[in-house]
């Protein structure tokens, strides 16, 4: 039972009234209604805190969510107050933006239904497309040629475009070809429509994010690119389609808030936080992760152990000259076909608290990296579009058939790769996109498998220096052997039988993991899933810092590789995988990401070893043929 009512005209405008007055003039907040007046040139908008509105008035708090002429009553008052107080004028397109809503009223796409319509609701997102910034008009003015009658017409549909019929003068009359539009006269204000989907933390087993439309207005047009995470705070609306009686849903943002780093909605408990503790204690834990990676795929010890480490990653660094140097270690699985390649792929992207699995043969005019289009969504304007490695930033992107990429595709990966951002100059759209993410890709030989009697990095049919974006390179030949296919047969024939009784998490409790390819071990996948995925988003909150044992040994090891190389290869020029810095700076990265395993801030000698010993096994088997 609210003390207040919208019916209430009155009693509204008094407790709004009080609301500014006080709030504003007791409270230190950032835009006070004077401090807007006084210092904020543009005077554009207003910043709520929902949590404090709730705190000074409950039952205010309360309507606001259902009804959306308390923020019209709020943007009123206020105009009218700083005029009063402080003989000032807002801005035209002032607003009153609403932040910091409560965590149990967000709402999750998909579960937007018929009575969250002109409701107000925070949603979480990821910014898949962007218009460009649009002129929308609010006050369109007209004039008549015959008797030179001014009129204007408020224009407050999000779709059609209000004209005078005829002329309003009774006495003329003229018919709508003698009424002329004056562009000049009339008042417009900034428009971007965008789409927003959701982020890969509110999926579960490979459900397709969904989407909706968002429409940004005034200053907040423009506020955001596609990759960014947001929550989105509006109200839920209804848009006609042409000849049907069904609507479609977009929500009308009052404010678009850009998420930190570190965001994270993922909830870790304080049951979760004890038993991550308890984990992060276990002597044995570095061994369980890696168990835990794709537990019904046999075999592969390494290549798990590679990405378990890019799951938690390296930490990213500036250099003096402002520079950036990338955390995320990037890796390439190239094999036969029939080999696993695929299912690790998926189950990584699905295990990674921001995952995402994507085509080389993608289907999406964005590709893997990011288009500028003219559409439907944008009715003729350009739209720039996010994909894969945008919708992946600060998470992990497993790109499967890597070896069929695109062309326009393929030249932005270096970028994407190594810089970790993509620059987009078309057609009036200046972008840079975000895609600090690591790559977990998986391709085909150059002919179709491996050739025996070919040395492998010859059959690598990719482009050198994007292969030399890769921090490891797992060639994976399917050679018939009797012992490891018979083991590998028994695997699967037991996975496929215990996945007739058990559901998916009780067939990776048993699981065979082999240890150098020597013995199998029947081992417990001692981490759940979802226990892992929370562990992963705790440790990468850590910034491991390297001790100097760990620095000694891998300079060593570096300089060694070095020089090794140097004395085998006749020409430097035409190996196509040469020893640079960049195999340094991979080492450091897996022993960071080591470290995080145990969530240690130091890279001690034994994170070092192992990165080193990951780094020379690759190597090796690169150059085994
Ligand atoms: P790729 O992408 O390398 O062509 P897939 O991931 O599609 O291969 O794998 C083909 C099938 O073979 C999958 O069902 C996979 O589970 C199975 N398979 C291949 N190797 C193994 C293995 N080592 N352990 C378990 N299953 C395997
Ligand atoms: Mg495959």
Redesign the pocket.
């Known amino acids: 039972n609210n003390r207040i009512s919208v019916d209430d005209e009155e009693g509204l405008k008094e407790v709004v009234e009080e609301f500014l007055d006080r709030y504003y003039d007791s409270q230190g907040t950032e835009f006070t209604l004077r401090d807007l007046i006084e210092s904020y040139p543009g005077r554009k908008h207003l910043s709520i805190d929902y949590k404090r509105l709730e705190f000074f008035d409950p039952d205010l708090a309360d309507l606001l969510l259902v009804e959306p002429l308390v923020i019209d009553e709020l943007e009123k008052k206020a105009r009218e107050m700083a005029l009063e107080k402080y003989d000032a004028n807002l801005d035209k397109g002032f607003n009153v933006r609403v932040k910091n809503l409560p965590d149990d009223i967000y709402l999750q796409i998909r579960n937007i239904r018929q009575h969250h319509i002109n409701r107000f609701f925070p949603i979480d997102g990821i910014v898949q497309k962007a218009t460009q910034v649009m002129p929308q008009a609010t006050l369109a003015v007209f004039k008549c040629e015959e008797c030179h009658e001014i009129m204007e017409i408020r224009q407050k549909s999000e779709t059609e475009f209000k004209s005078p019929p005829k002329c309003y003068n009774e006495k003329c009359g003229a018919g709508s070809s003698k009424i002329e539009f004056l562009e000049k006269k009339s008042e417009f204000r900034d428009f971007q429509k965008i789409k927003i989907q959701e982020p890969p933390e509110q999926l579960t087993g490979g459900e397709k994010p969904e989407d909706i439309t968002v429409k940004a207005k005034d200053d907040l047009a423009g506020k955001v690119t596609p990759g960014n995470r947001v929550t989105v705070n509006g109200f839920v609306k209804i848009e006609k389609r042409e000849n049907s009686r069904i609507y479609d849903p977009y929500v009308e943002a009052n404010n678009i808030e850009l998420e930190e780093q570190e965001f994270q909605r993922i909830e870790i408990s304080s049951g979760d936080e004890e038993k991550i503790r308890k984990l992060s204690e276990d002597p044995q834990i570095y061994s369980k992760i890696i168990e835990s990676m794709v537990p ?5 010890s390494n290549i798990k152990e590679a990405v378990a480490l890019q799951l938690f990653s390296g930490q990213p660094k500036k250099n003096p000259d402002g520079t950036r140097i990338r955390g995320d270690i990037h890796t390439l ?1 190239i ?12 189950y990584i992207s699905d295990l990674a608290p921001r995952g995402v699995y994507a085509s080389g043969k993608s289907v999406s005019a964005a590709g893997l990296t990011a288009a500028a289009v003219k559409d439907e969504f944008s009715e003729g304007a350009f739209t720039l579009e996010a994909g894969a490695l945008v919708l992946s930033d600060q998470g992990v992107c497993a790109i ?1 058939e890597f070896d069929k990429i695109e062309a326009e595709d393929l030249n932005a990966l270096n970028d994407a790769m190594e810089q970790q951002e993509i620059a987009v100059h078309k057609a009036g759209i200046d972008s840079t996109l975000k895609t600090r993410c690591a790559v977990l890709s ?1 391709a ?1 030989p150059k002919y179709g498998r491996f050739d025996e009697f070919e040395p492998i990095p010859e059959q690598l049919n990719i482009d050198p220096t994007l292969l030399s974006r890769f921090d490891l390179i797992f060639p ?1 030949t399917d050679k018939p052997d009797r012992d490891r296919d018979n083991r ?1 047969a028994e ?2 024939l037991n ?1 496929n039988r215990l996945g007739e009784k058990r559901k998916r998490e009780e067939v990776m409790d048993r699981n065979i993991v082999d240890e150098g390819d020597a013995e199998v071990v029947r081992v417990k996948s001692e981490i759940e899933p979802d226990l892992l995925r929370k562990y992963v988003a705790k440790a990468r909150q850590i910034s491991p810092v390297m001790t100097q044992e760990a620095r000694d040994k891998l300079k060593e090891f570096y300089i060694e590789l070095r020089n090794e190389r140097w004395d085998s290869s006749s020409s430097v020029d035409e190996d196509p995988l040469p020893i640079t810095a960049r195999n340094l700076e991979a080492l450091i990265r897996l022993g960071e990401a080591s470290a995080r395993t145990r969530l240690s801030d130091k890279v001690k000698l034994k994170d070092a070893e192992r990165a080193i010993r990951i780094v020379d096994n690759c190597l090796s088997k690169v150059k085994e043929s």
């Open positions: 019904a795929v046999y075999g592969y699985l094999g036969d076909p029939g080999t696993a390649k695929s299912q690790i792929l998926r499967d998986a085909n994976i590998i695997h699967i996975t």
